[in-house]
Structures are given as structure tokens and as C-alpha cells.
């Protein structure tokens, strides 16, 4: 969903999109007889996590004929089982006028943290029932939290910082009755003058038949993730060199600077002018990243890919399994695997003008 894909945490090492152009189709006899022919799930191992630098950063427990980044997915098991990330939303909301203000000239409106809950109804709610999908289900998973907490726990702080850590499962039915679950990990920071928030999301793609089983893997996992001690440690010694030289900075402006007050004002000022920039240059960034991956995972499940008819620029859903689309002023499509066919010279449709509509990566 817009989801949404630790950046999330690390979220993670991939994002959930996904355009394969077709899932392969089989009769309810077919498909019975595939899955005794997908083998069941193997030992439970710890699977090495990765950063974007090839660093060991984390393992998690699956089990061995499960796998880790397997292309766009972040994890993958046997039996078409795949688990999707969606990438890191953040926000923040303060009662300063001077923040509001430089809020409300950056374009970049605030937003209060209420509830997890909230934000699943707020988020969630109206993307999936917009696609035909119904919130079945969902619960709170403390066992999630407590292991996003236990990783923030282990990094170097400049000083005391109030944090909450949330985290909820979801569980949905798309309008085809096959069911999938979104688990939610969500963050605040209470920063004294602002409260930064943020989430990400884990989203599970299993056939129905192998649902279950493949939920308790996946929450086990995100449960019991054990984060690389020499990892940990080379990150904690860059943040403290980092707020070593940041001091040393510091201190050279104070020396220069006759007026103390003065200094840790305008050090204060642009503290919250860097963070509010950065929000504001990135964020219309991670939401249009954000839209993108989960208008493929959720033509993904539906079998579904999205054209943009040439003539108003307008956009369409679309079944998969043609190499090109063509389509009329009123939004008619007509798809063609044939490289030399043009609707335009076909007399079976009324002599219509019909143009090529690209499909959206």
C-alpha cells in the first residue's frame, strides 16, 4: 500500500515493487498438484542481512531454503512466497510558531502523531478499500517493537533522547478472497521543541494455501532479528567522530565569537533550519517513490499493469500479458502481442482512432 516500503529500517535493503508482467495460471486440479510439488519449509537458520555497502549488518532466522534480497523482494520462500518492504515515510509536528511558520513556507505541512491505529485508518485504509481489498484483521506485535527498539538502544546518541517504538499487524483480503499482511513499524522521537515520527512497512505475498505458515515466518523473524555487534560498533565510532569534529567546530566559533548566547543561537538556528531543509527536499522525493512501489505491489496481486492513454494523459488499470496496449479517447483498450498490428487499420473497430498507450514502470 502506499506504504509503504531499517528504514523503514534500514527499510531495509529493498523496496516492495514488483512488475513481473504475469503469474502464472494453473486449473484448481494444476495447482493442487503444484503445491506438493513445492517443498515444505527447511531448517530454521540465521540468514546474514547485507547493507547497500556489502556490510554484515543483522541476521534473521528462517529457514534455510528461504532467501534474503531475492530481486525486488526482501525476502523470499519456497511456493511463490515473497515479503516486500516499503520505503520509510517521516514526519514531524511542533507547537513553535518559528517551526510552523518555516513549515508552512516550505510547503511541507506538519503532521501529529495520535495513534498507530490512525495511521493505519488514515494510510492504509483508503488505498486498500480504493482497490477492492477490506482490512480483516489486525493486532498489536510487541515482540516487533521490542526488536526495533533493542536495535535503536545499541546506537551512539549525542544525548538522552524520548522514544517510542509501535508496531501492528494487519491482515487484508483483496476483492479476488486472497488474503495478505502488512506489518507496520512505527517510531517517535521526542525531540524538545518537535516531535519527529516515521514508518515503514514489511508487506507478505503467499498463496493462499501457504498464508499461514509463511505469517508465522515472517513475524518470527522480524521478532528475533540480531543485529551484528562489529556492525553496530563502527557505526557508534562514526557518530562519535562525527560530534567530535562538530565540537571542535563549535568551540572554534565560540572562541571567535565574544557573545556566548549569540553562538548557541544561531548554532540552534541552523540545527532546525537543516533538519526542516532536508525534510522539505526530500519528502515530495519518498512520497512519489512511495505511490510508485505501491502501485506495483498492488498490480502486482491483481494481475494488472497501469497505462497512460496519450491523449489526455490520463491513467488506466490495465489486465497483464500483452506486449503493447492501444487505446481511444473514451479509455478503451485493446491489447495486441502482435508488433505489427494497428487497431487503426482494423475494420472490426469502427474505424476508431486508436493511439499506443505506454505502460508506467
Known amino acids: 500500500m502506499k506504504i509503504p516500503r531499517l528504514l523503514l529500517l534500514a527499510l531495509l535493503a529493498s523496496t516492495p515493487a514488483c512488475d513481473e508482467k504475469e503469474k502464472p495460471r494453473t486449473s484448481s486440479s494444476g495447482a493442487a498438484q503444484a503445491m506438493t510439488q513445492v517443498p515444505p519449509n527447511g531448517k530454521v537458520v540465521a540468514h546474514k542481512m547485507f547493507d547497500d555497502k556489502f556490510l554484515e549488518m543483522a541476521t534473521l532466522p528462517l529457514p534455510d531454503n528461504w532467501v534474503l534480497n531475492n530481486g525486488k523482494a526482501a525476502m523470499s520462500g519456497p511456493g511463490n512466497v515473497n515479503v516486500y518492504m516499503f520505503p520509510l515515510k517521516t514526519f514531524m509536528y511542533s507547537n513553535d510558531p518559528m517551526m510552523q511558520q518555516l513549515s508552512a513556507r516550505t510547503g511541507n505541512p506538519m503532521r501529529v502523531f495520535t495513534s498507530i491505529e490512525d495511521v493505519i485508518q488514515q494510510d492504509l485504509v483508503p488505498v486498500a478499500q480504493k482497490d477492492g481489498a477490506k482490512l480483516v484483521k489486525q493486532y498489536d506485535a510487541p515482540e516487533i517493537a521490542a526488536s526495533d527498539k533493542g536495535f535503536s538502544d545499541l546506537l551512539y546518541k549525542v544525548g538522552p533522547v524520548r522514544q517510542l517504538f509501535l508496531s501492528h499487524v494487519t491482515e487484508w483480503m483483496d476483492k479476488k478472497g486472497n488474503p495478505y499482511m502488512i506489518v507496520i513499524h512505527l517510531s517517535a522521537n521526542d525531540l524538545g521543541n518537535m516531535v519527529s515520527w516515521n514508518y515503514y ?55 571567535a565569537n565574544k557573545s556566548a548566547f549569540e553562538a548557541q543561537q544561531r548554532a540552534f538556528h541552523e540545527k532546525n533550519d537543516a533538519i526542516n531543509n532536508m525534510i522539505a527536499s526530500n519528502q515530495a522525493d519518498r512520497d512519489a517513490a512511495s505511490d510508485r512501489n505501491h502501485n506495483r505491489f498492488m498490480n502486482y496481486i491483481k494481475d494488472e499493469e497501469t497505462v497512460r492513454n496519450p491523449s489526455n494523459g490520463k491513467r488506466h488499470q490495465v489486465e497483464t500479458g500483452a506486449r503493447q496496449y492501444w487505446m481511444n479517447d473514451r479509455g478503451e483498450y485493446v491489447p495486441s502481442n502482435d508488433p505489427n498490428y494497428d487497431p487503426n487499420r482494423d475494420p472490426s473497430r469502427n474505424n476508431q482512432q486508436w493511439r499506443l498507450a505506454p505502460a508506467e514502470e
Not at 222 to 230: A, E, V
Not at 231 to 249: D, F, G, I, L, P
Open 201 to 255: 512497512c514489511h508487506a507478505l505475498d503467499a498463496p493462499k494455501e501457504r498464508y499461514e505458515q509463511s505469517k508465522q515466518v515472517v513475524l518470527h523473524a522480524l521478532s528475533n532479528t540480531r543485529y551484528n555487534p562489529q556492525y553496530v560498533q563502527a557505526y557508534n565510532q562514526n557518530e562519535m567522530n562525527k560530534e567530535r569534529q562538530s565540537w571542535a567546530a563549535h568551540n572554534e566559533r565560540m572562541r
